[in-house]
């Protein structure tokens, strides 16, 4: 510890994972607005017109750090990882360059107007104001998707003459079929945040018995997209994105799952902690033919363990990847249960008189932001060592000329700034809530 | 092809300048002429609507230097790696100074977001003008293709540099004049009252500070790397930039003495347009010069990506950026005219 490529890692590993608490949620909140605005317009009723308010309040906030938290990840590319850059740029600067174009404009446009322009558009033209900020924050979501696709599963390149990656077919890059997997597996996630975070403020006030008529339209909508996002994220999406790691990635499987040795009927573990050293896996509980399923769709089938690969392909952060998997997998099954257990409450009409299960709603908001986290560490971790998968190595990509002395103090710098980000969010946001959904001094 | 991205780049860099520059020339003046809450509003209502985008053609201009010319990204990143960090951190504050401030209605948040905003609002110009000055400086980029150097070192422009040296600092005050009179010249068209008359009252003095920087500059920029106005007599490109930024400048000193603030305010927009088109004009085609080795340098044709690369972003940018300038367009449409400071709780 304490290298430069380790600080270079760190550095990145927390500054995106602080940066992705927010588009989570602001794209999953953009999709319960558009929800809210259509609902609005189609049955007139102004509930949804004040449910949709709100959650535009929280929305802007979020936006806001999204916002100033994900420009330092594209100056992080050249800064810390120049040779990457240097290497990848004339592919990735596509990607990064279109959603700057295409995404942020459009965002940064119709923000404002969807904050603070409801008065001035009027109905119909602010819940269009609506539907443009989720069009722009959900492209902006595939770019970087597609950016990152590139690196899990390059395609559409070629290798110049100096050892750089050129484009070489923009549309096998720009519609990589990694990235179409990975997208709606991340979508769905993001959807999970946006609606547990809007089933939480409704079972909040449903608990404590205030504002019961917006409560009512945040559980309902909450619950119902939570359910469709949760299963959503487990099948098809999950299910699609194993599949292509089995694939594309047979090293990473084996890893994320403790898999030392190759063979049929492949478990998956419930619990047990990966021993690198001894290649073993302490106090397993094994579900069997599990990962055969995940993997190629047949309980029976052969998988390949870490014994297939030489250690040198093996990823470098093995039990941090393998608890990623396996905490976000374990949150995932668990919405799901919770989400069925409300949504069957809410079909019988006994929702908000079941306590127990609005403390479980109240309570499960910030579980979504770990299953994310923990997928996003599953995919990063799974891609190493390397950096552009099979093409070059993560050490091969850092800023060697930029010292560990350097490094060291723009993280510190970054977690102090990020300490005081996070507790002002979380300030506001809690004042927000508290000041209920006409807010402070609003009409 | 490489041409045309190294002017698509110098493009954006000027919008840039000439869009976030108001933002920042509001935000580093408003301690002055917005003295109280209401007035201070009434500033954040005038960029209110612009900055987020405004800041987007940074995104955009990083965008087609990503993609152009990844070595010239690589190496200015990682080579003014401090600098790098205290921009991405000025930008974070100012950002969330605009964001946070208008959610409580307290005086002591406010006061304090103002601070941050005035504060951040007047380092990003002095950055910016470093950056330029270290392009035209040069720094030690060796055979590798990279460099680092500290914030600062001695303060002379020989060998070992920092970022951080007389003529950089000299730039850097020449930007953070420019825009601070930018930013003037908008809230002067922008409002009115007596922000209007602050701003008014202000500009004559600060522009007559950004011409005598401005020729300080060109003075000092005859010393620091002669082999710029080398390049004049061959670059016509260069003497219409300079028509243009004189021109600009006559048309700032013309619009306020008329009273006529939109004319003031396209005169420096145009005069930092022609300030940058001319420096741009006078480097082409070298991007980051090596003060080692000439033949160290990176430019437009040694450090671009692979023509079928830059020949599908082309296709795709031209596509996009008439979508920029139409939603610009809408907003400025839908802003005309003098603004008034929003409600609490109905604008920032």
Redesign the interface.
Known sequence: MGGLLFWHRFQFGFTATFHYLFPQLTMGLALVIVVLKGLALWRGEERHAGAARFWIRIFGLTFGVGVVTGIPLEFQFGTNWARFSRDAGGVIGQTLAMEGMFAFFLESTFLGLLVWGERRLGPRLHALAALALFLGSWLSGYFIVATNAFMQHPVGYRVAGDGSLQLADFGAFVVNRWALVQYAHTMTGAVVTGAFVVAAVGAFWTLKGIHLEQARVYLRTGVLLGLLGSCAAAFPTGDQQGKVVARHQPVTLAAMEGRWRSGPYAEVNLIGQPDVERQRLDNPVPLPGILSFIAYGSFSSDVRGLDAFPRDQWPTELELLYYGFHIMVGLGTLFIALMALAALQLARGRLERSRPVLWCLMLAFPFPFIANSAGWMVAELGRQPWLVYGLLRTAGGTSNLVHPGQTVFTTLGFAGLYLVLGLLYLFLVAGEVANGPQGHGRA | MEKTWFWLVSVVVALYAVMDGYDFGAGALHLFVARTDRERREVLAAI??YW??N??WL??G???L???F??V???????F??A??M???A??LR??AI??RS???EGLWRTFWDAVFAGASSLMPVLLGAALGNVVRGVPLDAT????IPLFTHWGVANPVGILDWYTLLTGALVLATLTGHGALFLAWKTSGPVHDRCRALAPALWVVVAVLALLATLATARVNPALYANLPRAPLAWAAVALFLAGLGAVFAGLAAGRSLLAFLGSGAFIVGLLAATAACVWPVMLRSTLDPAYSLDAFNAS??P??LR??LE??LA??P??LL??G??FR?HRGKVEA?E?????
């Open positions: 209110g609507p987020d985008g800041e987007v995104l955009a990083g965008g087609v990503f993609l152009g990844p070595r990204l690589a190496a200015g990143f990682s080579g790696y401090l790098m960090f921009v991405i951190w930008l974070l950002g969330i964001e946070f959610h409580i209605r293709g990279f460099f680092n990506a692979g079928y690369g599908a972003g795709w940018w996009g950026f979508l920029a939603y610009f809408m907003l839908l929003a609490d709780g109905e604008g920032y």
